[in-house]
């Protein structure tokens, strides 16, 4: 029986056991140790799994660092999908109408339910249990690649098959091991740099800057000693997330005054509205001036 040696995995770290003579050998020739093959690969690849950009696809996949860019897609089908969908929100927008089967997304004719006679049998022949399953991946892929709970608009499909298989879509995220959010704008949230956020709609906002290596601060005074503050500022850019505007009159006459602020001292100021962020993202297109400064600025340093 051959002598055996005690190593680790140099990608996960698990401890396993190689031959004395594969062992000397790679330390001769300076071969790091893998469990796997798939460890083997996993440690070259150099990218990060992320969402396709197609509001109407759920899929995860990989992509190279070097290859990501404002829009991401799974296939070229999605992406035509999503720039034929690019202008406009909602199905009702568009005035069309998708088959019933959850996650089939073919359009069909008003006067159809399904398009096809195969997805008429597959979503009746489907159970509470499929359903179940399929809510409970959907929610687990989105906190994987996003790292916070989705909110029912951004995940329209999902919500309605939650709601027949748990009755509702928090207790939806209760069994699927998370902590819901009630109230879009009730709780304080940690974002991925350590930035506590006033809201789950500014922590996105956060997470979208940081994610792009963009250097902003939170809570910085207005000039002049006020004691309003904005809720980003990049630069000399003053980045304000207007999530009450239309439903509080306090909030709209306390923004009025920022507004005004901005005005006496010349500030560069940035509205964000929740259209901007819920169903579809729209933060490449509002905040383009703070990408173009922070792309300047890579380049002088």
Not at 133 to 161: C, V, W
Not at 241 to 248: A, F, K, M, P
Request: hydrophobic content about 30%.
């Amino acid at each position: 029986m051959p002598t055996l040696a005690n190593v680790n995995c140099n990608n996960c770290g698990a401890p396993f056991e190689i031959t004395l003579k594969r062992y000397n050998e790679s330390i001769k020739n300076n071969w790091k140790f893998y469990c796997t093959k798939s460890c083997q690969v996993a440690i070259r690849k150099k990218g990060k799994y992320i969402n396709c950009g197609n509001p109407l696809c759920e899929k995860i996949f990989y992509r190279s660092y070097s290859s990501i860019n404002s829009s991401n897609y799974c296939s070229r089908g999605c992406s035509n999908s999503a720039h034929n969908l690019s202008s406009l929100r909602t199905s009702k927008e568009l005035n069309i109408k998708y088959c019933l089967r959850p996650f089939c997304y073919k359009i069909i004719p008003f006067g159809n339910i399904y398009c096809s006679i195969h997805c008429q049998r597959l979503h009746k022949s489907r159970k509470i249990s499929d359903y179940k399953k399929l809510t409970l991946s959907s929610i687990s892929n989105f906190f994987t690649a996003n790292h916070r709970i989705p909110t029912k608009r951004e995940m329209e499909s999902t919500y309605k098959i939650a709601r027949k298989a748990f009755g509702r879509w928090n207790r939806a995220i209760e069994i699927a091991g998370y902590i819901p959010n009630p109230v879009l704008f009730s709780h304080r949230h940690l974002a991925l740099d350590g930035h506590i956020c006033d809201s789950l709609a500014e922590r996105i906002v956060d997470d979208w800057l940081f994610d792009r290596g963009i250097t902003h601060e939170t809570n910085v005074s207005y000039p002049g000693g006020s004691r309003y503050t904005v809720d980003f500022k990049v630069g000399d850019y003053w980045i304000e997330y207007l999530g009450l505007i239309n439903s509080i009159d306090k909030y709209k006459k306390s923004f009025q005054q920022k507004e005004s602020l901005a005005k006496d001292y010349n500030l560069k100021l940035i509205k964000i509205y929740p259209s901007d962020l819920f169903p579809l993202c729209n933060l490449e297109s509002v905040l383009e001036p703070v990408i173009m400064y922070h792309a300047k600025s890579f380049v002088m340093i």
